[in-house]
């Protein structure tokens, strides 16, 4: 819930705004980009912080270094201040995604993985709901970044408490970990992390497309109305985040490599609906692809350990949220270009390409582990 709560506050309070801060429009973009990049320098050093802090430790401080950037949102009346701002959020979400991650892929079961990402979407939706309150009452955008710090700092104390809860698995998360540095290049020759990283940039990536283009898509290609195609996008939010809590479920008579494969499947299928049909059927495609990506990423991420053993799961956990990351910062603005070089129409073939590459590569782990363990 902490790392979901700011992710969409930003899109929801620019367009107030930008009016106090006397910015382009797209300078959002800028601090999204702030944020992204912090993100990936996060991820990228949460093994090596880990393993000094502890995984509790490193959770509560990062749970309140987004408290420190959102509550500086709420008072900065500079834009640079508000880049300033925006490096403790991005770190703080960098971290909190790959420690918390790691420690529920070794220490804990694949419906806790799934309720934990399930529980990411009730913040992200959590988030814009607030502000939209605060600001339908004509409060100040600030307001609801002080309303969302607040919850966060109260979510800090939740966490303190919490503290002897994790040094019960301090012994369990440690086994079979040492002190080496695991580099990008001693990753990546692992067998099966290439196309481990290569998932995760192509899915997330989606998932992007699908928030910043799919009403785009329905407005320009399918002729649907404003409010129409906003709804049918907000449908496909509701389901992923409904179909990770029945994930959470479905894991207790269902393995994640199958989980994995019939999600993909129903992704594709989702996405076939989306291109092909028309009316009401594109409210079935929309809820579709939502169910189908919900249990991918956190399937991934619970299968890290699995597929590549205990000992590095931490660094190749890093390197996957961090490439998650850049997939969501470069692929949304660079199809983007191409949708207005040419047509909108190519939304569900982009989507399509990737699914293919995404259900490509986790054939190919799979089988690879399939051989290793022969």
Known sequence: ???????????????????????????????????????????????????????????????????????????????????????????????????????????????HMNWLHAFWGVGATMGPMIMGVVLNNHYSWRNGYMIIGGIQLMLVIILFFSLPLWKQNKQKASKESDDRTTSFGTVIKQKGVFYALLSFFFYVGLEGIIFLWGSSYLIEVKSLSVGTASFIVSLFFASLTIGRMISGFITFWLSNQKLLLYSEIALLLGIFIVAFGAGSVLFAGFVLMGLGCAAIYPTMMNETPRRFGERNSSSIIGFQVALGSVGIMVLPPFIGVIFQRFTMSLFPVFLLVFAFILLGATLVIDKGRTATNA
């Open 1 to 111: 819930m902490s790392l979901g709560l700011p992710d969409s506050l930003l899109g929801v309070a620019w367009p107030e705004m930008v009016g106090e801060y006397h910015v382009a429009y797209s300078a959002a973009g800028i601090i999204s980009m702030t944020i992204s990049i912090c993100t990936v320098i996060a991820s990228l050093q949460t093994a090596r912080i880990t393993r000094t802090m502890g995984t509790g430790k490193l959770v509560l401080g990062s749970v309140l270094l987004t408290a420190i950037g959102l509550i500086g949102f709420a008072f900065t009346q500079n834009f640079y201040l508000l880049i300033l701002a925006a490096l403790p959020l991005g770190l703080g979400a960098g971290a909190i995604d790959t420690s918390l991650n790691d420690y529920v892929a070794v220490n804990l079961k694949p419906h």
